[in-house]
């Protein structure tokens, strides 16, 4: 019995520290105006995309859903017109894994659309595989496709009055590094052909994603753009679809018990797109809708503006 009672407390203890720290909860109280504003959501379908799109209908924002998988979005649209009453949502085709996807995207953008207020560069995925250009697939997607999406909006979202890009990147970033040498021999940042290689590689691309941000915020000096990278928190979401089913066995009880729903997932993006006031923190990272200090590695200038120089580089841009 007393072994029971302590086993009890234990847990319990255990389960409140967790509750405090890794899966925290937060809420946006941010109340920047949104009517009349444009908002371009990457894989806005499913997960913290998806609800992160439903709240910025809800005020009123213009929110265009770049996704690879037209069903999948239009499914999406619906269900946010439903919830939200707003009839201005819509579909545009954007694949990440494809450079040539990205720039008609963007083509498309700039001929039908006048104006372009919030980007949120949200798609991800942890997996195995290339992209188009032959990228490793979370390189490709998750920083250099966004990369160049945002190069190519920059000029637009200069125009906005107050425009802001919003990076997902992850704590995950934590493990992450940036080597350059294999970067340029094997198109990737990582190698090998285990799970945990892939999770590797997902934590570099994840460190991509803040880097960029550190050295967007420095190139958008005098203009009135700014730029924030988010940990969303740990989600209940698609992004395991790839892991294995040992993994998932593993992950599932976890997820069950701790992962914050989508909705609780879309806070700290939602503070980055609807916070009044924060832009002298540009190009800082946020988690728990506040902004979190990173380590050294992850605001690296040296290594930030290589990268960037790299990617305009490996994009065609250069
Ligand atoms: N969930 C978490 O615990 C967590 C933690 C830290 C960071 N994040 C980050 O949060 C972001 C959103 O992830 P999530 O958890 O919401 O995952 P999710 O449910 O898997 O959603 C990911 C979205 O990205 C889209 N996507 C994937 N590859 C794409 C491509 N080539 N082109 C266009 N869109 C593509 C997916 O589209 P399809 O449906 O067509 O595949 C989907 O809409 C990611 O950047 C992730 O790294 C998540
Ligand atoms: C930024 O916004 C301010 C106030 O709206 C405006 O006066 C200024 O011209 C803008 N700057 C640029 C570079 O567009």
């Known amino acids: 019995m007393f072994h029971l009672i302590l086993g009890v407390i234990f847990f319990g203890a255990v389960y409140l520290l967790l509750v405090e720290t890794l899966f925290k909860k937060s809420s946006c109280k941010g109340r920047r105006e949104m009517s009349g504003k444009t908002v371009i959501i990457t894989g806005g379908n499913t997960g913290i995309g998806k609800a992160t799109a439903m709240e910025l209908a809800r005020r009123g924002a213009r929110v265009i859903l770049a996704c690879r998988n037209q069903q999948k979005a239009e499914a999406a649209i619906s269900d946010i017109k439903m919830a939200t009453g707003s009839t201005d949502v819509v579909y545009m085709q954007l694949d990440l894994s494809s450079l040539k996807s990205v720039r008609s995207f963007t083509e498309t953008f700039l001929k039908t659309e006048s104006r372009l207020d919030v980007l949120i560069n949200n798609a991800?995925?942890?997996?195995?595989?290339?992209?188009?250009?032959?990228?490793?697939?979370?390189?490709?997607v998750n920083h250099l496709g966004h990369f160049l999406l945002t190069s190519l909006l920059l000029d637009r979202l200069k125009e906005s009055p107050e425009a802001r890009v919003i990076t997902l990147s992850s704590m995950a970033h934590r493990w992450g590094k940036i080597d350059f040498d294999s970067l340029v021999v094997n198109k990737d940042l990582g190698t090998g052909r285990y799970s945990w290689q892939f999770f590797l590689a997902y934590c570099n691309s994840k460190l991509c994603n803040v880097?960029?941000?550190?050295?967007?915020?420095?190139?958008?000096?005098?203009?009135?753009?700014?730029c924030y990278s988010v940990h969303p928190g740990i989600v209940k979401t698609e992004l395991s679809r790839h892991v294995s089913l040992w993994q998932k066995i593993f992950i599932e009880p976890v997820a069950w018990l701790l992962f914050l729903d989508p909705t609780t997932g879309a806070?700290?993006?939602?503070?980055?797109?609807l916070q009044e006031g924060i832009e002298p923190l540009s190009g800082r990272y946020f988690s728990c809708c506040a902004v979190q200090d990173v380590n050294s590695r992850a605001k690296d200038d040296a290594v930030a503006k290589k990268l960037w120089e790299v990617s305009e580089r490996l994009c065609g841009l250069s």
Request: proline content about 0%.
């Open 124 to 140: 991800g995925l942890v997996a195995d595989g290339r992209t188009e250009d032959g990228f490793g697939i979370e390189f490709g």
């Open 211 to 226: 880097l960029f941000t550190h050295e967007l915020a420095k190139r958008l000096k005098g203009t009135n753009v700014s």
């Open 267 to 273: 806070q700290t993006t939602l503070h980055c797109a």
